[in-house]
């Protein structure tokens, strides 16, 4: 061997090792960040081991392995999705919604099991949809959906975009033989976590999209998406429940297979409770009904299982569902009322949303008089008819929704809807693109379109005219009637967004509005006057360009400074901005190539709208908050939930929407439910409105 060889095949051989151990380390992070949310590294260190495998890699393309932590997210786009038969079939489970069903299951396996020793574990029943994970070889083959139980769709891709999903199985001692075993399935349920859910919805509420109506649908939505860049940006998580070697169930008991699921890396919901008798699996069961809004996922119930695998195998399966298993559903908090009718509301980018007009009811605490049905999609989906009798929910604090409707109720008298095909406003022939659940007015000019533009514009986080609310938006937009009762009606006295700055030349004409005195038109008029003064950010959230929020409002504005450099940048300098991705960048791009945009903004500078980032006054605010977590819960008695969430954020906090040991302070106010009992139980510093003022001084 020749000195240059030697010296190459070292290298190479040193690359290699560094390749496996880079890997290994990653791996092991990974599984203390996403499975056990315990980070011994900062995101910091993290990126530059990473930096380094990927550099590797890209020197030696013939050492990339499907397992590396580099080949998490894939960019190539499915065309579909291919079916695959479950080794063994995956089953439903049986429901049960009382303590005496729950009695009368356990009695029913006591009988079976005739005589033999048996015991309980109680689990968490997640919300989400369950997934199976193959494994061969030690590596991730296969993920497969539930399908309809006995064939599912390979998601692989998108699986694996999951971080708490291991791509290889962590070493876990060697107390079980493996050697025999040519596949390892793990089940369990993926599931979107409450915040992310949350943040997607309303990011595409503020995009006019189409909300999930609950993270069930999000995350299985989500699983079936074609494009994984998308999927590993929504933050779906796993709880495993179920391990099977080559298609059987592996260990002698259930409870041996969750420890061998958490010893091997596998996220297992720690909350499982191993229980002697029945009566600790009620306790258990009462517990978490009480406890269950204080988790960051949604659960529906908790499952229950005979332990030992002998004994279920004893127990057996219907077609449908084991008898060793239950699902003790906790009571719903849904309460039924009529549906009296369907009204169209369209919103600021055109899209029609169905809300249903409810005979009002009490639920959760308040009057629910409107419920939303999302979409043509799911009302179709629902089936409502005029007149039906139907369950809406409450869940976490989405507005409320039409869960399903009773048909046993029905007497025959009700009547089906049909969703327009013209826009209830202007009357524009609705389109509905092929690939989207939103029905959309493309009508430009549509008045309904201008209010709810008028309304974002004016919000609290836009420009912040407080005067403008809907019954307002509404007079100043619709022709005038005047009051000697003439033949013409006079035009609308704002007919875009720019007109609000001419209104102070108008005072006597709004003065001589319906309802508005002398007093109310200056107030309105020194609104306006100061939202001027609002600044780029909130002028561009408050345009209401399609996927600019509030935070990428903020981000563009600092990155660009005037509203000029933003326009004249071309798609791809907006696409480079941090966060700002294509999408993002070709809608703020078509916003601007738009002459009657150009010419709206021309409008708004030359009444004085400031169009660069506003001078700071007053003294600036002190980043006091900077790295903690607050929770806000109940009603405060003088800030509103925005306003607090605003106060906090100014100095550098986070709020978020669930408590956890990570939660540095809960802010309550009156009427404040799980949340604080949980601060409580977890012993974390409570404040009141007074203590958060006093602290952010
Ligand atoms: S065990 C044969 N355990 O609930 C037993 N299922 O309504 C199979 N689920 O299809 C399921 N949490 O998607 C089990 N801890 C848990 C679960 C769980 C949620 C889901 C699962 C199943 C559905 C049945």
């Known amino acids: 061997m020749t000195e240059s060889t030697r010296k190459r095949t070292t290298k190479a051989a040193s690359i290699e090792a560094e390749i496996a151990e880079l890997r290994r380390e990653l791996a092991e992070h990974d599984y203390r960040y996403y499975v056990r949310s315990e980070p011994t590294i900062s995101d910091v260190e993290y990126d530059g081991m990473l930096r380094r495998l990927r550099d590797l890699e890209t020197e030696r393309p013939d050492l990339v392995t499907p397992d590396s932590p580099t080949q998490r997210v894939s960019g190539q786009i499915a065309e579909g999705f291919e079916e695959y038969r479950h080794a063994r079939p995956m089953l439903s489970l049986d429901n049960s919604y009382s303590i005496e069903d729950l009695r009368d299951w356990a009695a029913r396996c006591e009988k079976l099991a005739e005589g033999r020793a048996f015991d309980y574990v109680a689990e968490l029943k997640i919300d989400g949809l369950s997934m199976s994970l193959i494994y061969a070889e030690g590596t991730l083959q296969r993920a497969v959906t539930r399908g309809d139980g006995v064939r599912g769709e390979v998601v692989t891709s998108n699986a694996r975009t999951i971080r708490s999903i291991p791509l290889a199985l962590k070493d876990g001692g060697a107390q079980v033989d493996l050697s025999a075993v040519r596949e390892i399935e ?390 480079r901005v941090f966060e700002v991705g294509e999408v993002v960048a070709a809608s703020i791009a078509d916003w601007f190539a738009e002459k009657r945009n150009r010419d709206l903004l021309a409008r708004l500078a030359s009444a004085g709208v400031k169009m660069d980032l506003p001078e700071t006054d007053g003294p600036p605010v002190q980043r006091v908050f900077e790295g903690k977590t607050f929770v806000l819960t109940g009603t405060l008695p003088t800030m509103k939930r925005d306003e607090a969430k605003e106060f906090i954020e100014s100095r550098g906090g986070r709020v978020s929407s669930s408590v956890s040991r990570k939660t540095d302070f809960v802010v309550a106010g009156d009427d404040a439910g799980s949340k604080l009992t949980k601060a409580q139980e977890l012993n974390l510093q409570i404040l009141t409105e007074d203590d958060l003022r006093l602290l952010g001084g």
């Open 186 to 575: 793990v089940r369990g349920e993926v599931f979107l976590p409450r915040e992310s859910f949350e943040k997607i919805n309303r990011e595409r509420a503020e995009a006019e999209l189409a909300t999930f109506a609950n993270p069930r649908n999000a995350a299985s939505g989500t699983m079936r998406m074609l494009d994984p860049r998308i999927v590993a940006e929504r933050n779906l998580d796993i709880f495993c429940y179920q391990l099977l070697f080559d298609g059987a169930p592996a260990l002698p008991s259930h409870f041996d297979s969750l420890a061998w699921m958490t010893a091997h890396g596998f996220k297992v919901n720690p909350h499982y409770r191993h229980c002697p008798t029945i009566d600790d699996v009620i306790a258990f069961c009462d517990a978490w009904g009480e406890k269950r809004d204080g988790l960051n996922y949604e659960i529906d119930g908790v499952v229950v299982k005979v332990n030992q695998v002998a004994i279920q195998d004893e127990l057996g399966s219907t077609a449908k569902s084991p008898r060793w298993a239950i699902a003790y559903k906790f009571p719903a908090r849904q309460v039924s009322t009529q549906l009296l009718d369907v009204l169209y509301q369209v919103g600021r980018t055109g899209a029609v949303t169905p809300v249903a007009v409810l005979d009002p009811v009490l639920l959760a605490g308040t009057t629910v008089a409107r419920a939303s049905l999302h979409n043509a999609d799911e009302m179709m989906r629902l089936g409502v008819r005029r007149g039906d009798f139907v369950f809406i929910e409450k869940s976490g604090e989405i507005i409320p929704q039409v869960i399903k409707v009773i048909v046993e109720r029905r007497t025959g008298d009700e009547t089906e809807f049909t969703f327009p095909s013209r826009c209830p406003v202007c009357e524009t022939s609705l389109v509905k693109p092929e690939d989207e659940a939103v029905t959309r007015c493309p009508n430009p000019d549509c008045p309904a379109k201008l209010r709810a533009g008028l309304l974002h514009f004016s919000g609290r986080r836009a420009m912040r005219i407080d005067g403008l609310g809907e019954a307002l938006v509404e007079q100043l937009t619709s022709p005038r009637i005047e009051r000697d009762d003439r033949a013409e009606p006079l035009p609308p006295l704002v007919a875009d967004i720019a007109d609000l700055y001419d209104l102070p030349g108008k005072r006597d004409e709004l003065i001589a509005l319906d309802r508005m005195g002398a007093k109310s038109a200056d107030n309105l008029l020194s609104q306006i006057e100061s939202s001027r003064q609002a600044g780029m950010a909130r002028l561009l959230y408050g345009l209401g360009i399609r996927h600019v929020g509030e935070r990428t409002a903020v981000i563009l504005a600092r990155h660009f400074s005037s509203m000029e450099k933003l326009a004249a940048a071309s798609r791809e300098e907006l696409a």
